[in-house]
């Protein structure tokens, strides 16, 4: 674990979750609590995340939320968690809360249109095997392929799609294991937002995510809360504190649990 600003002070952000009445634990799924797998119906927790995650839903006082890029649909199943936690969806464009309540923001006219279009030249140029249908868009994924099918589907997708913003409000996104065309606008940082907006001013709150697309939330979280950059490597990051997965995020997820009985 490393701490990456001098602002941060880890015993004293765990002594703000211990006097907190509802702290705040947000977390990504896939390369946070999950190891990427070429597989990714079967990209199940690392062992042990689950049942502290479960210590955390039922021993503590905390709002345990997920906010992941996954339709929440495909999420659910692999969380595994009874009943679900909170969850935010498709990079926060559909919410679930635990109570089965569902909410979606609802698509422009010109985005629905979008999304057929991206899903007809998807069929044209036979992609359909590197794509996941999401409400909000589609991801290509390649990781597992060789580096010429990674290459060709990244110029692919830019040179065809990384102009509609304006004619479909499209925007183009690389990740970790490949690239997304999805509502433009709407990030992370919305959900974060939100969540933010509804948090008592003292209690704690902590975000964990291993991709771009967490670095959204993490700059939405800057002076409000302790953001968390989870990977096996460093990278430039907005987040406070690196933590190494699986042993690292355990230790984190532990001493949350410990702290918020
Ligand atoms: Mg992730």
Request: aromatic fraction near 8%; glycine fraction near 8%; charge should be negative.
């Amino acid at each position: 674990m490393k701490i990456l600003h001098d602002t941060v002070n880890l015993d004293q952000f765990f002594n703000t979750v211990a006097n907190s009445q509802n702290p705040v634990l947000l977390l990504d799924y896939d390369g946070t609590l999950a190891p990427f797998t070429t597989e990714r119906d079967k990209a199940f927790p690392y062992p042990g995340v689950t049942d502290l995650l479960k210590s955390i839903q039922s021993d503590t006082k905390t709002r345990l939320v997920i906010i992941s890029g996954r339709a929440i649909e495909g999420l659910l199943p692999l969380l595994n968690l009874t009943p679900a936690p909170e969850i935010w969806g498709s990079h926060g464009l559909e919410r679930r809360l635990p109570d089965g309540t569902f909410q979606s923001t609802p698509l422009q006219k010109k985005q629905k249109e979008g999304i057929q279009a991206l899903k007809d030249w998807i069929t044209k140029q036979n992609l359909q095997k590197y794509s996941e249908s999401k409400p909000g868009g589609v991801a290509f994924h390649w990781r597992g392929t060789d580096k010429g099918t990674s290459g060709m589907i990244k110029a692919l997708v830019h040179n065809t799609w990384d102009n509609n913003i304006d004619r479909y409000g499209l925007a183009v996104n690389e990740f970790d294991g490949g690239i997304e065309v999805r509502l433009a606008g709407i990030s992370k940082a919305d959900a974060v937002n939100d969540i933010v907006a509804h948090t008592q001013t003292d209690d704690a709150i902590a975000f964990l995510g291993d991709d771009m697309t967490d670095e959204d939330g993490f700059q939405a979280l800057k002076s409000r809360g302790v953001s968390v950059l989870v990977r096996p490597e460093f990278r430039n990051t907005h987040a406070d504190i690196w933590l190494i997965p699986p042993a690292e995020l355990l230790d984190f997820l532990m001493r949350w649990r410990d702290n918020s009985l």
